[in-house]
C-alpha cells in the first residue's frame, strides 16, 4: 500500500533531484529518505528512480506517480481539513427525526441554542412517530431520533421495551398525561378525574403507539375506552375534544404549542407519564456534532 508520507518524499526528491536535499527539505536525515523512497519502490513493486553516477532521473513509473502524487496528497490535506472543522464544530452537520409535538416544542428551543453556540454545524429536521424514528436511525437516514415510550405501563407495548436496548439513550423530558373534556362536560370544573370516571365517555385516540397505551390504561382501571376517532393529529384531537366529540389523554407537551379551544384540561388520576429522550447509536455518540445536539436536547427539556 502507497502511503503518503512517502509520496511526500518522493515528491522532495522529484524537486530536488537529492536525496540530501530532499532531506533537508522535509527536516530530516538522507538515510530515513533513502529507507522511505525503498519502501515506496517496493509498494509500487517496480523501480521509481534510476542513479547513474551523481545524478538521478525518475523513470516512467515514477514521472507517473509524481503527476498523481500532487492530487492525492492535495485530497488528503483537504480531507484532514474538513475533518478537523467537523471535530473542532466549525462544520458538520446532524439530521434529527422528531414526533411533532416534540417539534413544535422542545426541538426549536434546541435549535436555536445548537445554532448560537456552533453556527458551523447544520441540523435538519424530518418529523416521524416511533418505531418509525427508531427504523430511520437504524437504517442510516438520521443521527438522532427525538422518541418517547410509556416505561411506567409494563407490558403496554411489548416492542417499545426492548427496542432501546442497543441504542444510547439521553433522557429529555417526562410528559404526564392531562384529560381533556368539553368545556361543558359535567368534570370541567372539577379540576382532576379518574380513568374510570369516564368509562362511560367516547374516547379520541392519538397515535398508534398511544393507542395501545390508552387502552391498556384503560383496562387497568376496569374498562375498555370505546374509540370514536383516532388520529396522529393533535391539533386535530383538541379540535374533536373541543366540538363535544368525547375525551381524550394527552401529554402535556402536546398542548403546550396549541390553544384547546373548547376543551378543558383536567389532572388525571393515577398519574401517567410517557418518558421522551434523544436517541442515537453509540459510535454517532462520539461524533462531536451528534454529542453537541443531545446536550441542547437535553438542556431544552430541563427549560
Known sequence: MIEARHLRVLRAVARTDSFSAAARELGCTQPAVSQQMKALEQSAGTPLIIRAGREMRLTEAGQALVRHAAGILAGLTAAEEEVAAIAGLRAGRVRLVSFPSGSSTLVPTALAAMRAAHPGTAVSLDEA???RSIEMLRGGDCEIALAFRYPEVPGADPAAEAEWDDLVVRPVLSDRLVGLVPEEHRLA????????????????????????HLVTVCERAGFTP???????????????????L??????ELALASVRPKGARTIRLEPV???????LTLPDLAQVPAVAAMLDQLAAAGRR
Open 189 to 212: 370544573d372539577k379540576g382532576q378525574a379518574g380513568f374510570a370516571d369516564l368509562a362511560a365517555e367516547p374516547w379520541i385516540a392519538g397515535c398508534p403507539r398511544c393507542r395501545r
Open 272 to 278: 401517567v407519564q410517557r418518558e421522551i429522550v434523544a
Open 226 to 244: 370505546r374509540i370514536d376517532f383516532a388520529t396522529d393529529d393533535y391539533p386535530a384531537v383538541i379540535g374533536l375534544v373541543g366540538a363535544g
Open 246 to 251: 368525547g375525551v381524550a389523554a394527552l401529554p
Open 129 to 131: 412517530e416511533p418505531p
